[in-house]
């Protein structure tokens, strides 16, 4: 088969890359570079059967050339930090919603069989009910979480008018190797390990209460592959089913590196949400998603690639 990757050099489109070329499936990656790294890439460059472009999601005409011959898209291309929406709506939009759209696009044009996007679990907002589920009407908080359920509903359009199969990932809080703990795009966990590695102290924004469905990138792939392979449609959560407190986050990884540090407090940030919580139930029975990797054991296997 081949497949385009849209944000292929990033966190979570280089472990699909991965895993679609230990396959020896026909890999196109695309990636602006903005947030994704080159290095993350790297070990399939060489590859013939890999081919990297530069270039934006917001190129349409670009879209359609390099999806020309392409069975399937897995589309994580965007902007993924909900400060940065807030910051710069406008772009944010444009990557997230007008690019969604572009690919969209570029697949029914180009005869692409089926689309996998990833979406978010910011969509459902602060609803008090938990889990999640995927029947639960959205209630967003920030404009990325706006921009992220029209790219949904994009999908469930061109699925409708279009012939052209759609799936869009609900992601709960993924983690796990080559995620830049630099990066204002990172999630809590990478920048939690790189502090106690580095003997800072941990930066908790609220009082630690919040919980998090934190689930392990390779389960991630799993749920994009066996979305691609499936012949089902529509949204899916992706989580591990499970939850933990920011706190609890912050002494398991101090015990699990072994380094004492002290936890700072700050006021909490804008939209971000209270509990984050996953009902996996929709994906496992359809999709057979069913994730391989407790917390404990993603966290090792985070912590030991950080060094």
Do not use: W
Not at 25 to 31: A, C, K, L, S, T
Not at 52 to 60: A, R
Not at 69 to 93: L, R, Y
Request: proline share 4%; aromatic share 8%.
């Amino acid at each position: 088969m081949k497949y385009l990757v849209t944000g292929g050099a990033g966190f979570i489109g280089s472990h699909i890359v991965e895993t679609l070329v230990q396959r020896n499936n026909e890999i196109v990656i695309m990636d602006n570079l903005f947030s994704g790294n080159i290095a993350n890439i790297q070990p399939f460059m060489e590859k013939e059967n890999v081919t990297f472009v530069q270039g934006s999601i917001t190129d349409l005409s670009l879209l359609r050339q390099i999806s020309e011959g392409v069975d399937g898209i897995f589309h994580e291309a965007a902007i993924a930090s909900v400060q940065k929406s807030i910051n710069d709506p406008e772009k944010t939009h444009e990557v997230n919603a007008t690019g969604t759209l572009n690919v969209l696009i570029a697949a029914r044009d180009c005869g692409v069989k089926k689309v996998v996007c990833a979406s978010t679990a910011a969509v459902y907002g602060d609803n008090p009910v938990l889990p999640k589920k995927e029947d639960m009407g959205p209630e967003p908080l920030s404009p990325y979480a706006v921009t992220k359920l029209a790219g949904e509903y994009y999908c469930s359009v061109f699925s409708r008018l279009y012939e052209l199969q759609t799936v869009s990932l609900r992601y709960f809080n993924v983690y796990g190797p080559r995620q830049d703990p630099n990066s204002e795009y990172s999630g809590v966990i990478s920048k939690f390990v790189a502090r106690v590695n580095q003997k800072n102290p941990l930066i908790i924004f609220g009082d630690g209460t919040q919980t998090r469905d934190f689930v392990f990138v390779n389960d991630v792939v799993s749920a994009n592959i066996q979305a691609m392979e499936s012949k089902y449609q529509g949204n899916f959560n992706v989580g591990c089913g499970g939850r933990m407190s920011l706190n609890e986050l912050a002494e398991t990884i101090k015990t699990i590196i072994g380094t004492a540090v002290a936890v700072h407090y700050e006021s909490p940030r804008e939209g971000d949400i209270k509990h984050s919580y996953a009902d996996i139930s929709k994906a496992r029975e359809i999709l057979g998603y069913s994730p391989k990797y407790s917390l404990k054991e993603g966290l090792k296997r985070t912590v030991s690639h950080f060094g």
